[in-house]
T-cell receptor, first 112, second 114 residues
Framework: SQQGEEDPQALSIQEGENATMNCSYK?????LQWYRQNSGRGLVHLIL?????REKHSGRLRVTLDTSKKSSSLLITASRAADTASYFC????????????FGQGTTLQVKP | NAGVTQTPKFQVLKTGQSMTLQCAQD?????MSWYRQDPGMGLRLIHY???????DQGEVPNGYNVSRSTTEDFPLRLLSAAPSQTSVYFC?????????????FGDGTRLSIL
């Protein structure tokens, strides 16, 4: 069964706007990771946030984690057309196993 | 840097045929995994390995076999292909050194079973 549920399933915004995607999960985790997938390509790692962290930044990306609510959000600021892709959250429940449980993803379209 | 390399990129099989999807990584990663991606389903774990000679089942292992004879290679075998195995297959690897390491993905194998 899927661990992560992502919301919204699809998001369409104009270039320059911010995009927020949410992820909820069911069990305790070791870390939560966000990946991007361009059409027809593999997944590219964006950010990993550990269970004892609440917020993490990388360039225009900001990830928050609320373990009490079992939820995470990914914010992309000042979006660009090149950000058009699918975004997936994935949880690692026990660490050191290579077993990630993925959400169904959010498809982001950024219009120029 | 090659990273994770998957071959072939595309494959069409007939029901009942067998084949092996290849995955190789050059980062000396201990962990390797196979996922399948179906429309609207995200990625689901098929099998994984924590090192040479060690494999275990993931969420959807039925119809697939794996082996890990070397650190670099982790092939996925379809024993008798079925239309339900039509999917995009991704191989991934990650390091043991830190439990909080991201996974590195290949570009996928797009498999159609007729």
């Amino acid at each position: 069964s899927q661990q992560g549920e992502e919301d919204p399933q699809a998001l369409s915004i104009q270039e320059g706007e911010n995009a927020t995607m949410n992820c909820s999960y069911k069990t305790s985790i070791n870390n939560l990771q966000w990946y991007r997938q361009n059409s027809g390509r593999g997944l590219v790692h964006l950010i990993l946030i550990r269970s004892n962290e609440r917020e993490k930044h990388s360039g225009r990306l900001r990830v928050t984690l609320d373990t009490s609510k079992k939820s995470s959000s990914l914010l992309i600021t000042a979006s660009r057309a090149a950000d058009t892709a699918s975004y997936f959250c994935a949880t690692d429940r026990s660490g050191n196993t290579g077993k990630l449980i993925f959400g169904q993803g959010t498809t982001l379209q950024v219009k120029p | 840097n090659a990273g994770v390399t998957q071959t072939p990129k595309f494959q069409v099989l007939k029901t009942g045929q067998s084949m092996t999807l290849q995955c190789a990584q050059d980062m000396n990663h201990e962990y390797m995994s196979w996922y399948r991606q179906d429309p609207g389903m995200g990625l689901r774990l098929i099998h994984y390995s924590v090192g040479a000679g060690i494999t275990d089942q993931g969420e959807v292992p039925n119809g697939y076999n794996v082996s890990r004879s070397t650190t670099e290679d982790f092939p996925l075998r379809l024993l008798s292909a079925a239309p339900s195995q039509t999917s995009v297959y991704f191989c991934a690897s990650s390091s043991w050194a830190d439990s909080n390491q991201p996974q590195h993905f290949g570009d996928g194998t797009r498999l159609s079973i007729l």
